[in-house]
């Protein structure tokens, strides 16, 4: 881990794709107001009833991209990066109805690919044929949603799987 | 500078979810208090608070209001604005450096050159140049 010369609350760590490929990416320390997180989990719990907060306390160490690529370890926000990932760790893109647990998921808005996710339960009947995903919303916590149930454009979204 | 008029609440919401820097532009662009805050600052005073406003122990809310100061900024001239961006340094600034560039590559030219031509030229052809960060494009006629 590098601590970064522009700020004490930064660090970066040494990430690479599969073919060696440098990941721009960093940890930071300082964690939100304790009255902005409660402030904002009531207005999305009330905006989105279904969500079920995975974890309790919110953390800026790691952004939603880096708890689907970086192991919870870093915040990867850098949308080529993550296209980075997709190409050389053997991603394949996967339809909808042939999405399963543990497929990965983006939600794209002009190139952009604003948030990720881990599908925890395919789109079937029994969920109003919306996949489950755990996702985590920038500094804020880990969140158990309905795909179409968040602050993230779902217009354009893309399912994953490793597959080599 | 006077941050009355901010929509706080919904900045603060689009901040604490955002995972990227488009992202928070993206939202941050289009709310109307950012924008009034453009109308309401002349650019030396929104750059000059960014610049004193930058230091590694700002808190969340702070960031916020940097983040609306600066974005702000992209709806004032760009030939005003690039000029006193130049000055500030933002590597200390989460996203400050991504988010100048977004800003930047979304300003639009105002400028309007006019040539006196005579009336009939000729056909136009199809645009030699075109950047899709202005709206400047040059053309051939074949007279």
Not at chain 1, 18 to 45: A, H, L, M
Not at chain 1, 96 to 102: F, K, S
Not at chain 1, 143 to 152: G, T
Request: with cysteine; glycine share 4%.
């Amino acid at each position: 881990m590098r601590k970064s010369i522009v700020n004490p609350h930064w660090s970066h760590l040494d990430l690479e794709t599969t073919k060696g490929n440098q990941i721009s990416n960093y940890q930071d320390s300082q964690v939100i107001d304790k009255n902005i997180e409660n402030g904002c989990r009531d207005i999305y719990k009330n905006r989105y009833p279904a969500m079920v907060e995975r974890t309790t306390s919110p953390t800026s160490i790691y952004n939603c991209h880096g708890m689907v690529f970086g192991s919870r370890r870093t915040q990867i926000d850098e949308s080529t990066s993550v296209r980075k990932i997709l190409e050389d760790d053997g991603y394949k893109k996967v339809s909808p109805e042939n999405v399963m647990a543990g497929d990965v998921i983006i939600y794209i808005v002009n190139g952009d690919i604003e948030h990720s996710g881990i599908v925890v339960h395919p789109p079937i009947p029994e969920n109003f044929n919306q996949a489950i995903i755990i996702s985590k919303w920038g500094p804020f916590t880990e969140v158990l949603h309905p795909v179409h149930q968040s602050p993230y454009d779902s217009t354009t979204i893309e399912y994953y799987r490793i597959d080599k | 500078m006077d941050f009355k008029n901010l929509n706080l609440k919904k900045l603060i919401e689009i901040y604490v979810v955002a995972n990227t820097a488009d992202y928070l532009y993206r939202h941050y662009k289009s709310d109307t208090s950012i924008i009034q805050l453009a109308q309401s600052n002349d650019t030396t005073t929104l750059s000059s608070y960014i610049s004193h406003s930058i230091n590694p122990e700002i808190s969340s809310i702070d960031l916020v209001y940097i983040y609306a100061v600066l974005i702000a900024l992209s709806h004032k001239p760009a030939n005003e604005v690039i000029p006193a961006m130049q000055k500030i340094d933002l590597a200390g600034l989460r996203w400050g450096k991504k988010l100048w560039s977004i800003c930047k590559a979304n300003f639009t030219s105002n400028l309007i050159v006019t040539i006196d031509l005579p009336q009939s030229l000729g056909k136009i052809e199809t645009p030699i140049i075109q950047w899709d960060t202005s709206n400047i494009v040059v053309q051939k006629v074949i007279v």
